[in-house]
């Protein structure tokens, strides 16, 4: 006999560990079935489970347990990111605080890139355990880890044959330094966070030098004029036109001199500042693109003023050596004592902060190693289905999305991946730190060779820097799919380790890569780019999105402010895991975001009690009767209700289904929740009490709610199913449901239960005690035979004390009425209710809310509420207004009806 209430320690890590034991999660690379694959999203090896991990592994999870009951080889392969600039940054700060190294790089690059493996390897076993605690049942035995030696293979093949193609080049461009880091930023990878700034107005050009008014620059960031090789108007510009072309020498306070012509450029905004742009190639992105437009008739070549220390270069005369805020007031007083300064004024500037330090970001110029997007190439081998033969990289991205080869859930944000790619820029991807994959390069005086191994002969040198992380992430989707022992052979090409290797033959392309949108463009995008390119293929068939949990307020949860986060362990802890996965799921809609708290969390423990007490109460029934093996249903004695709850199951079962297919899981989850809480517990268990229970329609509905609960809260149900008579296999090994039976009648029955259920309303309605028996009144019209044959159960569940059933009647006095279906129901209330009391009470209340919804009305009619009012704050006035809308419609029904 089960225990009296489900306790999820008692039985969590015990269940998790005989599915693992059993191989159920291993995929067969022989079989003959449809492969099902999702490649896991990689946690970082040195990161702890958070509501996101928990959101992901949920949703894939049911995805892969769905799959494998529907008969396909599932595949779930998971794994872990060697994070390279995080990880690295974490190492370097325990040695210093907990080693007291000072300098953690004097141990060299070998040194410091042991303590790292150290340190990652201890910290895989906890992600390991945490992914496991989830129930995430993936297969194990193909782990895959970004810095293994066969995706360091994939990493290397794949920047050798891009640069042989002319895709990846070196190059000095203006990058997106982390100061903090001390390393490159990807585009993407930079955040922009709005602060107050000023903006500085000063003389740059006198009257004198113009020959007429003087040149005025307003600038936010005045210490990088100090390198400033250009002016830029704009080419209708009437002021300065006949300035264009000629050069300048300049004089900046202590001592600093340059030279700068006057340039015309389109993209110059003639309405901002004064229309005039110094021009400063090494510190700005722009300004470099102006100089390469314009460099022909530019005398002065670019100057760096700030260092990769954040501190003034030792090359500018009268700064060296400050830092930029120094350097900055220094300039900004000089300009005042010279009187060149004009205005200074405050105004909301976009400052870059990178997104790992949540540093400041500086445009430095940099020799890296970047990916050409814009460069075609001969596309050759490939099984995707493009209109040209030669493509650029963008080109190709944006084509596979277009023409459905890969899907995005849900469809809006293919327009935000389309944007991205439209602007998507030559990609940085080398990084000064010293834990990631090496850049496969090596120098020898002039000459350079890259390759997957480095070359013979000792006077090599390799280039220091390591790849982005988002680079060996890109190609995930496949490079865990290839054979080590294949990859290990380094005469092979790229072709080949493809052609050989036979996981990734059977289960690539991957089904569905499922991620939360806010890394769409890190990652998802740059699958799509590397992997196509890679393997003539695409990297998933279907992209599904989740959005962020937020707080209760719609906050996000964030690690400064403890009190907004909740721990997932602690939830596992206290409801169990089956009650956090169904909270993070039900209801939840694909690129939406979701709000969580505690008591969702506790409520869902709710779920999987009801579900654990209506299964104590159909297995005490089973044993009552001695029934050791699965009852055969006799489909010609089956009683209305036997017909509803079968007929409801069915729809469930298609619902379902279809739903899971189509990643429809909120809905799903959703509509589970309320077949176990209200179709079977509350009306079908109540419906079949005593001499009308039906053991083995008890048995077959409760089985199939095991099957189709179990991919969502997989602990409690296969607990339930290890009680159920006659099933000697786990729950996680059977066929899923599918609709059997035959054609039900569910109407007889959803009948009884809306006359219930408005007798239950009428009675709530007039504040009538629900202990209290009351008389009622039903003309049945056409469906008196069927409420006849239910009059028993309408009794007892409206608690009735005397019915009176007739087909049709004349409108009782004073009384509470309803109508549903054609049938007319009156509750009559003398000795119940009094009446002129009530009437009474319903006017006054009806009064007050008339009162309030003008007032409400009135706001929301206000322009310059809805304008200036936050939206969360109009849309809570707005629901205001609707709900008090609906309580004065009803309230007026109950004053009508008295």
């Avoid at 110029?365 to 050409?372: E, M, R, S, V």
């Avoid at 033969?389 to 849900?410: A, D, F, G, W, Y």
């Avoid at 890569?513 to 390119?533: K, N, P, Q, S």
């Avoid at 009648?745 to 709530?764: C, F």
Wanted: glycine share 6%; hydrophobic share 35%.
């Amino acid at each position: 006999m089960m225990d009296k209430a489900y306790e999820a320690k008692k039985y969590e890590d015990d269940i998790y560990k005989k599915w693992e034991e059993s191989g159920v999660f291993t995929a067969d690379v022989n079989s003959d079935k449809e492969s099902f694959t999702i490649s896991m999203p990689p946690p970082n090896a040195t990161g702890v489970l958070h509501l996101g991990h928990a959101a992901f592994l949920t949703i894939e999870d049911i995805m892969i347990r769905h799959r494998r009951m529907k008969g396909f080889e599932a595949l779930w392969l998971p794994g872990t990111d060697h994070a390279a600039i995080a990880t690295e940054s974490v190492v370097i700060k325990n040695l210093k605080n907990e080693q007291g190294i000072k300098n953690p790089r004097s141990l060299g690059r070998e040194g410091l890139v042991d303590e790292i493996k150290k340190y990652v390897e201890k910290s895989q076993g906890t992600i390991r355990s945490q992914i496991r605690k989830m129930g995430a049942s993936c297969d194990w035995s193909r782990e895959g880890y970004t810095m293994d030696e066969s995706l360091n293979r994939c990493v290397n093949e794949v920047f050798k044959k891009m640069y042989d193609d002319g895709l990846i080049y070196r190059g000095e461009r203006v990058v997106n330094w982390d100061v903090a880091l001390q390393t490159t930023l990807a585009d993407d990878e930079v955040e922009y966070e709005e602060k107050e700034g000023t903006l500085y107005t000063f003389e740059y050009l006198s009257a004198e030098q113009t020959g007429g008014d003087p040149m005025y620059v307003a600038t936010s960031r005045p210490e990088t004029k100090l390198g400033d090789t250009a002016l830029a108007i704009h080419p209708d510009d009437t002021r300065f036109g006949h300035l264009v072309g000629k050069t300048f020498d300049v004089e900046w306070p202590h001592g600093r001199k340059i030279k700068v012509t006057v340039i015309a450029d389109r993209e110059v905004d003639p309405e901002f500042g004064t229309g005039v742009v110094g021009v400063t190639p090494f510190h700005s992105k722009v300004d470099y693109d102006l100089w390469q437009r314009h460099k022909d008739i530019i005398q002065s070549y670019p100057i760096q003023v700030i260092g990769e220390d954040g501190f003034i270069m030792e090359t500018i005369d009268g700064y060296a050596g400050l830092s930029v805020e120094e350097a900055r007031n220094k300039f900004i007083e000089g300009l005042k004592n010279d009187g060149r300064l004009k205005l200074e004024e405050k105004y909301a500037q976009q400052l870059s902060i990178s997104y790992r330090s949540k540093m400041p970001v500086e445009p430095l110029p940099k020799l890296q190693w970047f990916i050409d997007v814009n460069k075609r190439f001969k596309i050759e081998n490939s099984k995707l289905k493009l209109s040209k033969s030669e493509m650029t990289l963008k080109e190709i991205m944006q084509e596979v999305v277009k023409n459905h080869q890969i899907r995005i859930i849900p469809e809006r944000f293919e327009k935000t991946y389309f944007h991205w790619i439209d602007n998507l820029q030559d990609w940085c991807i080398s990084r000064q730190i010293w834990w990631g994959h090496q850049v496969p390069v090596w120098y020898k005086d002039e000459e350079v060779y890259v390759g997957i191994e480095s070359p013979k002969g000792n006077e090599w040198i390799r280039d220091e820097d390591t790849l982005d992380t988002w680079f060996s992430s890109a190609l995930w989707t496949w490079s865990t799919l290839i054979d080590p022992k294949v990859a290990a052979d380094t005469s092979l090409s790229l072709n080949d380790l493809l052609e050989k290797s036979p996981d990734f033959n059977k289960f690539h392309p991957t089904s569905v890569m499922e991620t939360g949108y806010d890394i769409l463009f890190f990652w998802v995008a740059r699958m799509i780019l590397m992997t196509t390119y890679a393997t003539g293929e695409i990297p998933f068939e279907t992209v599904y999105l989740h959005g962020l949990i937020r707080t209760r307020d719609g906050s996000k949860m964030s690690k400064s402010k403890p009190e907004t986060c909740i721990d997932p362990l602690d939830m596992i802890d206290k409801y169990g895991t089956d009650a956090l996965r169904m909270s993070v799921v039900t209801g939840s809609t694909p690129g939406n975001d979701m709000r969580l708290y505690e008591e969702k969390i506790q409520g869902y423990r709710n779920f999987t009690n009801k579900l654990w007490n209506a299964s104590r109460f159909v297995l005490g029934i089973l044993e009552e009767k001695s029934i050791k093996d699965e009852p055969k249903i006799d489909y010609e004695k089956l009683s209305d209700a036997d017909e509803w709850i079968l007929g409801k199951l069915n729809d469930t079962i298609q619902f379902a289904d279809k739903g899971l297919m189509e990643y429809r899981i909120g809905e799903v989850g959703q509509a589970l929740y309320d077949f176990l809480w209200n179709d079977f517990c509350d009306w079908y268990l109540e419906l079949s009490k005593g001499e009308k229970q039906n053991p083995a329609v008890l048995y077959y509905v409760l089985k199939n709610i095991l099957i189709l609960l179990h991919p969502i809260i997989p602990f409690s149900t296969e607990v339930i199913w290890g009680e159920m008579p006659g099933q000697n296999e786990m729950l996680i090994g059977q066929k899923y449901s599918e609709i059997g039976g035959k054609k039900y009648n569910i109407d007889s029955t959803s009948l009884i239960i809306d006359v219930i259920t408005k007798i239950r309303h009428l009675r709530s309605e007039n504040k009538i005690e629900p202990i209290q028996k009351i008389p009622v009144t039903i003309y049945g019209n056409k469906s008196i035979n069927i409420l006849e044959r239910g009059s028993e159960d309408i009794i007892r569940l409206a608690r009735i004390s005397d019915l009176t059933l007739k087909g049709s009647g004349e409108k009782l006095a004073n009384a509470a009425t309803d109508i549903v279906n054609g049938i007319e129901i009156f509750v009559p209330l003398d000795g119940l209710v009094d009446t002129e009391k009530e009437k009474a009470r319903l006017e006054k209340e009806i009064s007050n809310l008339s009162g309030y919804i003008k007032g409400l009305e009135a706001k929301l009619s206000n322009d310059n509420f809805v304008k200036n009012a936050p939206k969360e704050v109009v849309d809570g006035e707005k629901s205001k207004l609707d709900e008090a809308k609906d309580k004065v419609e009803k309230m007026t029904e109950q004053l009508n009806n008295l």
